[in-house]
């Protein structure tokens, strides 16, 4: 298992944010599918699962992208 890590982490050396963006549009449109396969009658409990891991994931990430552009832009980067 410790390879599969590691060979995440080297392709992630390797990305930009365009790659990134891809990789995040892939799996949306994967979750967008595996949802349209859950009955009508039983969307209620996957849609609040999924709203809670997107707040869990979501604030985190954007934290931490504030916090990158407040450094970059005491440093004077722009």
Known sequence: MKRHFDWGNAYIRECDWKDLALVKFCLCAMGVLIGLCVP?????IPLILAGIVFL???????VKFGRVVCRSL?????
Do not use: D
């Open 40 to 44: 009508e009658k039983k969307r209620k």
């Open 56 to 62: 869990a994931t979501y604030i985190p990430l954007m």
């Open 74 to 78: 005491g440093s004077g980067e722009e």
